[in-house]
């Protein structure tokens, strides 16, 4: 029962279709070593036999509710925070798992200050393998807690799986926002963050596996909904003078995601709804980065797509000719010279090695030469493969 010492957590699992990895999840919470706990499963209306798992389970504080229709993850859990019996509040997904002291650390940081919300690092694993811990350890430690909503204006922070929150706050607050397709928990902890602090542990006490199916791979959804956050807190952004970093890092997350398109759908219309002239000029310059990196990517995706062919095309030539299947001439020499030229595109991408473009430099007088001899040919030839092949692995 709860008391003073312990008060009773409640734990949300809001689960989908995952009866394949759901046991691993729900026993990390079941063996947490904060014994003080409820755990609600929110079955988001499975039909995998998660239900007969569930009620399998012979542990008291087991509790169960399932929907008929598919709410999706926030609603789910924001509908397990109102059956909540405890003072405090967890979230845990179906296809991740706590460390055994995830619980007691945090709580024990909870309760020693004036925090609302204390979350943790986890650690994000493939196949087994961690891949990193975040947040990165290169953040200052002080940076991340107490008062982090200028942080949070700029970068996220805090996963929903580490959050440990007063289940009173998390209500007043609103709870996720059930219309957004991802980023929920960055919305979520930049609203909380400007009038609350936040505690934080540096252990990575929850294992996060990156999984196919994921809502996480929903990247065209996290540049929208961070056009949404810039929509809602502007004035604070110009307040701090954060506008224009904010949409340089959002900017480079549109181009490692390949959302550029996106980014400037949303950029147009955050422009042409919230911005002054003044700004409006300034964005432009925003649209012609992600124009010119659309076109990067377009002519990366042609070089990528021809390298190999140019190849396979020189080494027939060489066959050809070496089998005497072929007889060398203007019109040959003239294809080798255009394929070998179609590379000046790379050094609109890459930064294309001072040896390669020695090479190719040398290909291509000796490509210009009108009377090439006969002996020098297959030695041409063979050089043109090493370049190609150079190039593959630059690309």
């Known amino acids: 029962m709860e008391n003073q010492k312990t008060p009773l957590v409640s734990v949300v699992i809001p689960t989908y279709n995952r009866i394949h990895s759901?046991?691993?999840?729900?026993?990390?919470?079941?063996?947490?070593?904060?014994?003080n706990l409820e755990l609600i499963i929110m079955d988001d209306g499975s039909g995998d036999g998660t239900e007969?798992?569930?009620?399998?389970?012979?542990?008291?504080?087991?509790?169960?509710?399932?929907?008929?229709?598919?709410?999706?993850?926030?609603?789910?859990?924001?509908?397990?925070?109102?059956?909540?019996?405890?003072?405090?509040?967890?979230?845990?997904?179906?296809?991740?798992?706590?460390?055994?002291?995830?619980?007691?650390?945090?709580?024990k940081v909870m309760l020693a200050g004036d925090n609302a919300l204390v979350y943790c690092e986890f650690?994000?694993?493939?196949?087994?393998?961690?891949?990193?811990?975040?947040?990165?350890?290169?953040?200052p430690y002080q940076e991340k807690q107490g008062s982090l909503f200028s942080y949070l204006l700029l970068y996220p922070l805090i996963s929903t799986q580490t959050i440990l929150i007063k289940t009173r706050d998390f209500i007043e607050m609103g709870g996720f926002n059930e219309t957004l397709k991802a980023y929920e928990d960055f919305e979520f902890t930049l609203r909380f963050s400007r009038n609350h602090k936040i505690g934080f542990v540096e252990n990575a006490l929850v294992k996060?596996?990156?999984?196919?199916?994921?809502?996480?791979?929903?990247?065209?959804?996290?540049?929208?909904?961070?056009?949404?956050?810039?929509r809602e807190m502007l004035p604070h952004l110009r307040e701090q003078n954060l506008l224009w970093r904010k949409l340089e890092i959002v900017l480079d997350e549109a181009k490692t995601l390949a959302c550029h398109a996106v980014f400037l759908e949303?950029?147009?219309?955050?422009?042409?709804?919230?911005?002054?002239?003044?700004?409006?000029k300034r964005a432009e310059a925003f649209s012609e980065k992600i124009g010119q990196d659309m076109e990067d990517c377009r002519l990366k995706a042609y070089i990528g797509e021809n390298?190999?062919?140019?190849?396979?095309?020189?080494?027939?030539?060489?066959?050809?000719?070496?089998?005497?299947?072929?007889?060398?001439?203007?019109?040959?020499?003239?294809?080798?010279?255009?394929?070998?030229?179609?590379?000046?595109?790379?050094?609109?991408?890459?930064?294309?090695?001072e040896?390669?473009?020695?090479?190719?430099?040398?290909?291509?007088?000796?490509?210009?030469?009108?009377?090439?001899?006969?002996?020098?040919?297959?030695?041409?030839?063979?050089?043109i493969v090493e370049l190609f092949e150079t190039l593959e692995k630059l690309w």
């Open 22 to 35: 759901l046991p691993a999840s729900v026993e990390s919470v079941l063996k947490q070593t904060y014994e």
């Open 52 to 107: 007969a798992y569930v009620k399998s389970i012979a542990d008291e504080r087991v509790r169960y509710q399932k929907s008929d229709v598919n709410m999706g993850p926030s609603a789910a859990r924001n509908k397990g925070a109102e059956l909540a019996s405890g003072e405090y509040l967890a979230f845990q997904d179906s296809d991740d798992e706590w460390m055994p002291d995830k619980l007691e650390k945090q709580m």
């Open 123 to 139: 650690g994000l694993h493939r196949n087994g393998e961690l891949l990193a811990i975040i947040p990165p350890r290169k953040i």
């Open 208 to 230: 996060v596996n990156s999984l196919p199916g994921s809502v996480s791979k929903q990247f065209g959804e996290r540049i929208r909904v961070q056009f949404y956050m810039m």
């Open 266 to 280: 949303e950029l147009r219309n955050f422009s042409e709804e919230l911005l002054s002239a003044e700004e409006q």
């Open 307 to 353: 390298l190999q062919q140019l190849k396979q095309k020189t080494l027939y030539i060489y066959e050809a000719l070496y089998e005497n299947r072929l007889a060398w001439s203007c019109k040959v020499q003239e294809t080798l010279l255009e394929m070998v030229n179609s590379t000046v595109l790379l050094e609109k991408v890459f930064r294309m090695p």
């Open 355 to 383: 040896e390669a473009k020695s090479r190719r430099a040398l290909i291509q007088r000796s490509l210009s030469e009108e009377n090439l001899a006969e002996t020098d040919r297959l030695y041409l030839l063979a050089d």
